[in-house]
């Protein structure tokens, strides 16, 4: 099934991949990995602990540059916001990120031990709407967001879920 979806993605230059990892990742590890992959990051979402102890995520939108994929400035400005209401106890990581890629690039994304799922459903939605005469030039008026099953695999044991 992947392999169809990368093959439909590939009809493009640039995809976008939805990133779902099999654990947190440290924000340094993670600006390493994207620029590794070669990721223009559009979106990340950062797992915390709160003071209370109860799981929190809060969501960088498109960062400034893509020398630097996900900015320390960023998050810290939203720690900040965080510590006036409920408080941070640890910052957990990444756990999922949505960006674009180069075509070409989507299987060692996916073959990266660190990557759960490397989602490209909507550009295969995007290409078949647009193959069916409903959408020109791959411009909608939908948004195509599919869920990350992250929240599962933490409630099932990130560690059950590892290559």
């Known amino acids: 099934m992947l392999a169809s979806k990368i093959a439909a993605a590939n009809k493009g230059e640039k995809t976008q991949v939805y990133i779902t ?3 947190y990742i440290a924000p340094d590890q993670f600006r390493t990995w994207a620029k590794i992959m070669g990721l223009h990051v559009e979106q990340s979402e950062l797992r915390i602990t709160q003071t209370d102890g109860t799981a929190g995520t809060f969501i960088l939108d498109k ?4 020398a630097d994929p996900l900015l320390q400035a960023s998050i810290d400005q939203e720690l900040a916001v965080l510590q006036k209401g409920p408080g941070v106890q640890t910052l957990q990581g990444v756990f ?11 299987p060692n994304i996916a073959a990266d031990p660190s990557v759960f799922l490397a989602d490209v459903t909507p550009n295969v939605v995007r290409n ?8 020109k030039d791959g411009e ?14 933490e409630q099932f044991g990130l560690g059950n879920f590892q290559k």
């Open 63 to 66: 960062q400034a540059t893509d």
């Open 128 to 135: 078949e709407l647009t193959y069916a005469g409903l959408a």
């Open 21 to 23: 990892f099999r654990n």
């Open 96 to 106: 999922f990120t949505r960006a674009t890629v180069d075509a070409a690039r989507l």
């Open 140 to 153: 909608l008026n939908i948004e195509v967001i599919p869920p990350t099953p992250f929240f599962m695999l």
